[in-house]
DNA sequence: ACAAAAGTGTTAGAATTACACCCATGA
DNA sequence: TCATGGGTGTAATTCTAACACTTTTGT
């Protein structure tokens, strides 16, 4: 098997976007990094794609390793060359973008970064790299997709109620919706489903909590269904 | 400027899908490979990135080096990165797709192609590489985008005719149009503006030709205008 | 005069939006 | 009993989709 392109070529790196819910905000999750350069600054987990794993392995597991977390859904989102973005040399990077829901996460800093924490995507500090643009990127990408693509889910837990389901689409878009044509358009949809399950220990009447049925779900799609979600 | 990565690390390539409009089909330009592997197999025109290239500049060069053509619309498709896509070693493909004004393209063949042709999409031959997945991505993309963003007008003259228009558009969704609808559509959109030129040569009633206004359109989609085109 | 495509409105049905009150529960 | 969010329907409006004929021009 010979190399048959010996010139010079770019590292390539993987980035991740990673997303979370809290309360009433949109985070994302950033890592403090240990080494230069940027040494002590926010950036975006990553790190390099090594020769024997595709890019959507290397995104999982720098994750993994930057981290400690398992995302609900992950998605390539765009490969930026910029020739100057890396200092050192010449690095091409894959952005990933991920959804993670909201009570599996909790972040600890792995071997390469010195820690990690969620900062509310409005009040994201100065980043590394290109890492301001990524990050503007992915949450363009996040409204836009959020729109015809059942990805919000990705950021509730397993059951969730129809509220809480509201609530995550009012803080990604960033505007508010109303109860009932809400409640109308999910019901259309038909691949949220009721469980017997009500939620628990709160202290005031239990909503019913609902799951994301995938199977109903892609059979749909599958039938060139064009939804529209909000 | 020291080296921090200094493992093995992917050939990175781009590969173009280049769409053209003919008739009454979508074409899209395939070169004939020259050297091996995969030596006198169809593919889609693309190479090595090189260290003081973006992607963007990458895949324009190579269009023109292996076809001589300038296309109207390029963007970021996907990045391609299976571990056997390329037989002699690893190999990330980062996929453009590229829209061409159909007056403009005569394909010559370049440096490294032997020959380059416009293919029927519906009657591509099999392609090197994993590029027939990667055009199936294309048409994905191209199919889905052409209905939120004004990309059709890629496909066309500067100067068109809205039956011209409307045939862009049946070609890419497969799927006939309303001719009134279509229109009315096209009016609202305010982008698409009459020029005083009509056509010439018919051997009928000459169609008064339209132009895509780009300061408009930039102007709405500025203040967020949420545009359904079909 | 005829062939061929250009150009033009209306109406029914579907989808979207706006809007307010009673209910169940736990404290 | 009260505070809190859970849950529900209708009417006006807007958007979408279906549909056919007259006009212009070149041969």
Redesign the pocket.
């Known amino acids: 098997m010979p190399f048959t392109y010996d010139y010079p070529r770019p590292a390539l790196a993987v980035d991740c976007v990673v997303f979370g819910l809290r309360e009433s905000s949109l985070v994302v999750l950033l890592v403090r990094r240990g080494v230069p350069p940027f040494e002590g600054s926010w950036a975006l987990p990553g790190g390099f794609v090594r020769l024997d794993e595709t890019l959507d392995r290397a995104a999982e597991r720098e994750l993994v390793e930057e981290s400690g977390l398992k995302v609900a859904y992950l998605e390539q989102l765009y490969t930026f060359s910029a020739l100057d973005r890396d200092p050192r040399e010449r690095v091409v990077s894959v952005a990933y973008f991920a959804l993670v829901n909201p009570v599996e996460h909790r972040p600890q800093a792995g071997s390469d970064a010195a820690s990690a924490a969620w900062f509310d995507v409005r009040e994201a500090p100065a980043l590394a790299f290109d890492h301001r643009h990524i990050l503007q990127v992915a949450l363009e990408r996040l409204r836009s997709k959020v729109r015809y693509r059942p990805i919000g889910f990705g950021l509730l837990p397993e059951r969730f109620?129809?509220?809480?389901l509201q609530r995550a689409y009012e803080i990604i878009l960033d505007r508010p919706l109303?109860?009932?044509?809400f409640?109308?358009?999910i019901?259309?949809l038909g691949f949220v489903v009721p469980t017997d399950a009500?939620?628990e220990?709160?202290?005031?009447?239990?909503?019913?909590l609902f799951r994301f049925d995938r199977a109903v779900y892609a059979a749909l799609s599958e039938k060139g269904f064009d939804l529209?979600l909000?």
């Open positions: 109620s129809l509220t809480q109303d109860k009932r044509n409640r109308k358009k019901a259309a009500l939620e220990g709160v202290g005031r009447r239990a909503a019913r529209e909000i």
